[in-house]
């Protein structure tokens, strides 16, 4: 037989009172029945716990040993029911969030340490992955919450822009038009270009697609990667040029030159998440990223600007 929680609990409160009276008062009980528990749990541990005097009652050796781990257990039990509490509301628990490689150089960064300053309990388990995978990993449950490039609405996944930006040119540093000071994109009509496959994500495709038409030409399709950072290291080693979005240019790739476009297509980078996913901590991730939406749009603009 092991002791019930209201014997720990009634134990401690006669150990700190020193007299069952004073506990009894204080655990709302009458007197008779608290003595039994405590003889009762005396019995059950097969130790004396109190010496009893006319005055009130003290602790034995074996009683402050008791009364130690007691309130050790009992704070953990606390803590527990804490956590669960905590769990529920999401203010404790694990979010896991996937993005494309290009995310991290845009959204992912402001959107990480923002949480990191809010919502610290919440541990953010980060995954990149091309933008062909998050739907699916979304609708699974893999992922709590997607970041990735705008796409054509698909049920049962709910969207919110984090931030627009433009497309920019990005050029091998030998490339002759890196010399000219004036850039126009019809100078690379006749240059092989790099570009994500459609199936991929294919807005940014067509966004690139139609940036191209309206300069006089269709591009010249030299090779498709499904990741953006492919795409640079094929450009810096002379294979072609690409349109990219702006926040690529921090990943700072040597051997790559940029140039910004005249009238340039706009570029969304896309929060998504599943209707169905029921985590309590993706409410406040949301909520989160909205609120620094407005940051974001501000910092692209003054970049824009520049």
């Not at 006669?14 to 009894?24: C, H, L, M, Q, R």
């Not at 997607?146 to 030998?174: C, D, K, Q, Y």
Request: hydrophobic share 40%; proline share 6%; net charge neutral.
């Amino acid at each position: 037989m092991k002791p019930t929680l209201n014997q720990l609990i009634n134990f401690c409160t006669v150990a700190e009172t020193g007299n069952i009276g004073k506990a009894a008062s204080q655990l709302n009980i009458s007197q008779p029945p608290l003595s039994r528990q405590i003889a009762q749990l005396e019995t059950i541990l097969g130790a004396k716990l109190f010496n009893r005097a006319a005055k009130g009652v003290s602790l034995t050796l074996a009683g402050e040993q008791f009364l130690l781990d007691c309130r050790a257990m009992l704070a953990m039990l606390e803590q527990a029911c804490n956590n669960v509490r905590a769990i529920e509301s999401g203010q404790k628990g694990v979010l896991k969030l996937g993005a494309t490689m290009y995310a991290s150089y845009s959204v992912v960064p402001h959107v990480a340490m923002q949480h990191r300053n809010t919502c610290s309990d919440v541990e953010l388990h980060f995954q990149e992955r091309v933008p062909s995978d998050l739907h699916a990993a979304l609708q699974d449950g893999r992922l709590d919450a997607a970041i990735s490039f705008s796409e054509t609405a698909t049920p049962g996944i709910h969207s919110l822009v984090l931030l627009r930006e433009p497309l920019i040119a990005a050029l091998p540093a030998n490339h002759p038009q890196v010399q000219h000071e004036h850039f126009r994109l019809e100078s690379l009509c006749d240059d092989p270009f790099i570009t994500v496959p459609r199936e991929s994500a294919p807005m940014l495709y067509d966004s690139i697609l139609h940036q191209c038409l309206k300069a006089g030409f269709s591009p010249q399709i030299g090779l498709e990667a499904s990741v953006q950072q492919t795409v640079m290291n094929f450009v810096a080693h002379g294979v072609g040029v690409a349109l990219i979005p702006a926040s690529m240019e921090n990943a700072q790739l040597r051997g790559v030159v940029y140039r910004k476009l005249e009238n340039p297509n706009m570029v969304e980078n896309m929060l998504m998440w599943s209707a169905k996913n029921t985590n309590p901590a993706l409410p406040g991730f949301v909520n989160l990223c909205r609120s620094i939406r407005d940051k974001l749009d501000a910092a692209q603009s003054g970049r824009i600007n520049d």
